[in-house]
Each structure stands twice: as C-alpha cells, then as structure tokens.
C-alpha cells in the first residue's frame, strides 16, 4: 500500500477522563493534561496493534496503482499452463469500514477524476472491507506514478464510546494505567512491560493481513 491519511480525526475518545480518573483513583484535577495524553496515547496504540480505527473518523487511501492480475500461492511442480488469477478487488488496510465517499484517479498531470460508482461496489459485510471491480468494469490507467488512487472513506465502530466493543475499551484503560504509573521509569533497564492482558483482550480484534493492495 502506498499510503493512509486521517483526515478528520475522532471526535471524542474511547475512554472519557472522568472514566480514566475513577480507574486510576484520582482526587484531584493536577494531572488532567497527563492523563487525557495518556488515553489518546493509549488510544494509538491499541488501534496499531489492532489494526483498526474506534471512534469514526474521515480517511484517504492512497495507492500509487492497480495491478490487474496476482500471481496465485503454489506448491509443488506446475505440470500444466500457468494460469493467471485475476484480480478484483482491493482491501481497505483499516478495519471496520463505515463507508466510501469516492475514488479519484489522478493522471500524470496531476487532474483529478472521480471513479464512476457502477464500475464498482463495496464490501463492508467482510471485516476486511474491499473494493471489488464489477463485471465488465475495468480499472483506470495511465495513472500517475506515485499516489494515482485516491479512496476516501469513513472508519469506526461509530461516534459514540459506547459504540466500541467492552474489551477494546477495557484494553485502553489497561494500557492507560501502564502508562500513568509507570511514568518516569522507561529510562531503567529492563524498561517495564505492559501486562499480557492487553493483547489477551485485543487479539480477537487483531487483523492480520498479507498482501493487501
């Protein structure tokens, strides 16, 4: 993939700040910049990992192109024609997808096109979302070298944290809390661990993908 762009950001947080102060059993309002950086930060981290955007935010996927066919996974001795597989369909490297706007294709000089909505649909039932070329469409060509496919779309569970799965938001307050009490003390070594139950909470969310274009 050529590239991924946050466009507009989330909203809100998973986690609110009077959540993260009654789970760190804070008082006091001193360290409300400290802790609000630490559940976007935890935030981050958890949707790395995870491979997916929480809270809805507006995104571009940049592609420098679209290859027409992929070589098929083989093993053994080809004792026949090599056959060539087509290929159809483009994953979106970021998980769930709400919805696509638009696709624009940009030529060499650098003119913007939209990508007409009949050529193709888009699976948002799989949790690998895609595009997928429809019968008798084909791809743009002549495309710029570099970023010459422009997809936007909208990412997240919704716009609300009560929208993204318990254990996720678990997860991030887990990793918060990692995070504040443990402030100070990466400069030792060993540099302290965060403990396993966060990718024990995470790992069914995990997408793993190999590749994606």
Same mark, same amino acid.
């Given at each position: ?22 789970? =760190? ?107 997928? !070329? ?44 990692? !995070? ?21 909470? =995470? ?8 590749? =994606?274009?």
């Amino acid at each position: 993939m050529s590239g991924l762009k946050v466009v507009t950001g989330p909203s809100i947080e998973p986690i609110s700040r009077l959540e993260a102060r009654d789970h =760190l059993r804070l008082d006091e309002d001193l360290d409300d910049a400290q802790v609000r950086a630490y559940i976007t930060a935890a935030r981050i981290w958890a949707e790395n990992y995870t491979g997916r955007a929480f809270i809805s935010r507006s995104m571009q996927y940049y592609l420098n192109g679209l290859i027409g066919y992929d070589d098929p996974l083989w093993e053994g001795f080809k004792d026949g024609p090599y056959i060539e597989v087509k290929l159809r369909q483009i994953a979106i490297p970021i998980s769930p997808v709400i919805s696509v706007s638009s696709i624009n294709y940009y030529s060499d000089t650098d003119v913007a096109t939209e990508w007409p909505v009949e050529n193709y649909y888009v699976d948002t039932v799989s949790d690998v979302a895609k595009i997928v !070329l429809r019968d008798g469409a084909s791809y743009p060509s002549n495309l710029r070298n570099a970023n010459g496919i422009e997809v936007n779309f909208t990412a997240g569970y919704g716009t609300s944290p009560n929208d993204v799965p318990e254990d996720i938001r678990v997860a991030i307050l887990q990793y918060m809390t990692f !995070l504040y009490e443990h402030r100070g003390d990466f400069e030792r070594f060993p540099a302290p661990t965060p403990p396993a139950i966060l990718r024990t909470l =995470l790992n069914p969310y995990r997408v793993m993908r190999f590749g =994606l274009r």
